[in-house]
Nanobody
Framework: QVQLVESGGGLVQIGDSLRLSCTAS????????MGWFRQAPGKEREFVAT????????SYADSVKGRLTISRDNAKNAVYLQMNSVKPEDTAVYYC?????????????????WGQGTQVTVSS
């Protein structure tokens, strides 16, 4: 059983930067592909970014390409989401997820473990 805890959310202004962190425990972190998803009020949870077990492969939603960067540190059992040039549409609860999938995936169903989420609010 893998436990995931997100941190780093908060209230920021348009154009600011923010780094979300997710720390894992209870499993072998390097065996899992990791993903970030988000859910805005009244909307379904959506894919943001994913990273392979080794960190060599990443993939992003079109809406965040060039602004958000996913990375991981297997020695620290952590995955990060660097958010630059944030926009009001980035406002959401952000969740990290771990999946045994061999390849990083944008599909929610490929992930086995989820954190509780961290709120990001972009003020205009």
């Amino acid at each position: 059983q893998v436990q995931l805890v997100e941190s780093g959310g908060g209230l920021v202004q348009i154009g600011d930067s923010l780094r979300l962190s997710c720390t894992a425990s209870g499993g072998t972190f390097s065996r899992y592909a990791m993903g970030w998803f988000r859910q805005a009020p009244g909307k379904e949870r959506e894919f943001v970014a994913t990273i392979s077990r080794t960190g060599l492969t990443t993939s992003y939603a079109d809406s965040v390409k060039g602004r958000l960067t996913i990375s991981r540190d297997n020695a620290k059992n952590a995955v990060y989401l660097q958010m630059n040039s944030v926009k009001p549409e980035d406002t959401a609860v952000y969740y990290c997820a771990a999946g045994r999938t061999l390849f990083p995936s944008a599909s929610i169903s490929e992930y086995d473990y989820w954190g509780q989420g961290t709120q990001v609010t972009v003020s205009s």
